[in-house]
């Protein structure tokens, strides 16, 4: 992040001394009086619009990435598999994903064994007694979580007709949103050299490991050139790092010494943060979700649902697509004077009053952080606190079910319904409670949400039920303000 933003700062710098150049010149040469008020603040983004590069030339492969060119590669451990294998499966497609899980000895157990079908297949990992011995190695763990990411490269290597341009790498408590992964690396050029990854929410978290890496339990993914290089180097690599702790700042120093720097991206999900995390989840930063991890240390998502339920059902939401999923869009009940948010697939709040997008972006803390109570900044956002503000707070409601509907005109639309977790217990905001409305009905399109680097906008749908909140997603307009 830091990197990029540095390269589009001085990008911005020396067009913008170009440009002032031009604009002295142009000034003097013409004489044009009228230009002289512009301020450069107003004048320099406009051109440098103008000079940006031409986006639709950037050269992508002639054959789009899709998932069969993609390789899985899942490290676990044997004694968390027997629990943890229901995240997994929430998620794993058996005979569309290609990839391994890698654990750490043979699996035992009549919970495990035979081995699902419905589970990846395993391997497990080399035996690397010899070399930890040889390197005194700090952490043997981490150093076999590491070693993994070769061995998921050589073990790609061996498929016959595997196309391999990607490696993707995560725990066996990851859940992975697989179309909106393949969505973001066909987006780039797999020739070229990517790490994508995320940040921790937590600060902290990256203060003490790096700003600088993708955590590992929310996934990172190497193009072909990076994983190769990687795998080639990997011993000498560990040797190098074999006194630091942790697997994703040796994945992240083996990485900066082949040139490379994390591309990181808001949609990855680490989630060191402990509790009730539907503040966050109704509020995701407007990047398509790719991964969710942790949900051995949170809340189960779902109220009513225990931590298994809640992956198998969050998945369920994702069965006509995932564009959509975690999206946040923002909309107002008019007659009443309500604020509405919804997150896809997972919930909505609806609020008393009309409240800003700024403020309805921020998340409610409701969670807490991995370790410690420290002072804020907690967050790598900005948070709202919980209050028992009858305004501020949301009368809430989670994804209940999901289904494809055909409208009068033939159309087909996706029903989502929503219904109250629980009452708000709170008096009402003003003279317009909206504690009557149980269920929340969302009418999207079947078609994939449109990345235009806009949210979508929706409005209320007359005619409902009584106690139902109706709502039909569309486009926005073109010079349209949601406030
Ligand atoms: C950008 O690239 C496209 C495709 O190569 C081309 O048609 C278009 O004219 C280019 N636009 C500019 C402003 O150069
Ligand atoms: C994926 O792309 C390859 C071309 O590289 C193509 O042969 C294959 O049919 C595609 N698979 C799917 C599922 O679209
Ligand atoms: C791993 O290798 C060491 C040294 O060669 C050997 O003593 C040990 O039994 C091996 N472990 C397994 C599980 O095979
Ligand atoms: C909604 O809020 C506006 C602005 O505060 C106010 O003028 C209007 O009377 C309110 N409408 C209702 C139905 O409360
Ligand atoms: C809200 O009220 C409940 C019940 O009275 C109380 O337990 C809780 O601490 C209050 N929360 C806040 C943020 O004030
Ligand atoms: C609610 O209604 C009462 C009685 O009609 C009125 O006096 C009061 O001003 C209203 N309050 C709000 C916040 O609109």
Known sequence: MKNHLRDVFRF???SGVILYIFFII?????????????????????????????TSSISLPPQKTNLSHLYFGLLGSEEAWHYRKAYIESWWRPSAIKGYLYLDEQPKGHDILPWSKNSPPYRVSENLTNFLQETGATAPVMIRMVHGIMEAFRQAETEKGLDLRWLVMGDDDSIFFVDNIVELLASVDHNKYYYFGGQSEYILSNFWFSFNQGFGGA????????AKALANDMENCLRRYAHVKSADTITMACIADIGVNVSPHKGFHQIDLRGDISGLLSAHPKSPLISLHHFDAIDPIFPSK????????????????????????????????????????????????????????????TFTTWVGNPNPPRYMFNTRRST????????????????????????????TLYSRASERGLPACGN?????????????????RIQNGRCECCDIVEGADEDTLMVKYRQCKTNEIIA
């Open 219 to 226: 996934g990172f993914m190497l193009s072909y050139p990076l």
């Open 26 to 54: 142009f000034i003097k040469d013409s004489g044009c009086k009228a230009s002289t008020s512009l301020n450069l603040w107003t004048f320099f983004p406009l051109k440098l619009a103008q000079t940006s590069p031409n």
């Open 306 to 365: 225990d931590r298994f339920e809640s992956t198998r059902h969050l998945m369920k939401a994702t069965s006509f697509g995932q564009s959509r999923m975690l999206q946040q869009t923002i909309c107002y009940e008019r007659r009443n004077n309500w604020s509405v948010s919804i997150s896809w697939g997972y919930s909505v709040h609806i609020y008393e009053q009309i409240m800003s997008r700024r403020v309805l972006q921020t998340p409610i803390e």
């Open 388 to 415: 028992n503000d009858s305004c501020e707070t949301p009368h809430v409601f989670y994804f209940d079910s999901i289904k494809k509907l055909k409208m009068e005109h033939g159309d087909y639309v996706i029903e």
């Open 12 to 14: 911005g710098v020396i």
């Open 432 to 448: 317009h409670s909206a504690h009557y409305i149980s269920k929340f009905k969302l009418i999207s399109p079947t078609t994939h």
